[in-house]
């Protein structure tokens, strides 16, 4: 009889997201941990579109966001902090945009996961 893989919990998607953010596998994160309609919202005013659904348009809007950067000066993650079944960490991102020149994005990310996959994420952050 086959053995069912265990469902990762949320501390355990929180940790390994956090893991790949540090190493820069931000594609790597969204394709093993994210679930195939999950959502990713962003704070309304943000260039681009204000939310996507599906993790191959997560995976499009970070290609975006990746193609935006002129330099990058340095990017980070805080540890997360977890409850129940949503996460939070800090994201910090020093770089030369496009046409906007020099920015330092610090911002909060919430994560919500069912059944072992982030099937949402919000961003936090002024403009």
Do not use: W
Request: net charge negative; aromatic share 8%.
């Amino acid at each position: 009889m086959a053995t069912q893989a265990a469902v990762m919990t949320t501390q355990d998607i929180a940790n390994r997201l956090y893991e790949l953010c540090k190493a820069g596998q931000y594609e790597q994160a969204q394709v093993e941990l994210y679930a195939d309609d999950a959502l990713s919202i962003e704070p309304v005013g943000t260039p681009g579109p204000q939310s996507v659904k599906g993790r191959d348009e997560i995976i499009k809007k970070g290609e975006q966001f990746r193609d935006s950067i002129e330099t990058l000066h340095s990017a980070g993650a805080s540890e997360p902090i977890v409850a129940g079944n949503h996460f939070a960490l800090t994201i910090t991102v020093d770089a030369d945009f496009k046409g906007m020149g020099r920015n330092l994005m610090e911002e909060v990310a919430v994560y919500e996961v069912k059944d072992g996959k982030v099937v949402k994420e919000q961003f936090f952050y002024s403009m």
